[in-house]
């Protein structure tokens, strides 16, 4: 859970679970989650709500705001939000 990912020191979690330098942002990303900084139940709900719509039904300005917030996230770059 974030939580508890958020209680890890980054090192200890790097040497631990081998997730190399990624580790720091890591923890960074699960604090803001447990501090309500970045709200992951929204980000679900719109990812979920855009991958049932059919293709006819998608719109360019949800994906793209979708991808916006995923970009603003600690560790995420253009390929982590497109895929």
Not at 46 to 70: F, M, P, T, V, W
Not at 71 to 82: N, R, S, T
Request: aromatic content about 4%; glycine content about 8%.
């Amino acid at each position: 859970s974030p939580s508890q990912l958020a209680a890890w020191k980054p090192e200890d979690l790097k040497e631990q679970c081998g997730v190399g330098y990624r580790a720091e942002r890591l923890c960074l990303v699960a604090q803001k989650i447990v501090d309500g900084t970045v709200d992951l139940q929204s980000l679900e709900l719109s990812a979920q709500s855009y991958i049932s719509l059919s293709q006819s039904d998608h719109s360019e300005g949800e994906l793209i705001d979708l991808r916006k917030r995923l970009l603003q996230l600690d560790g995420v770059g253009p390929f982590v939000a497109d895929n």
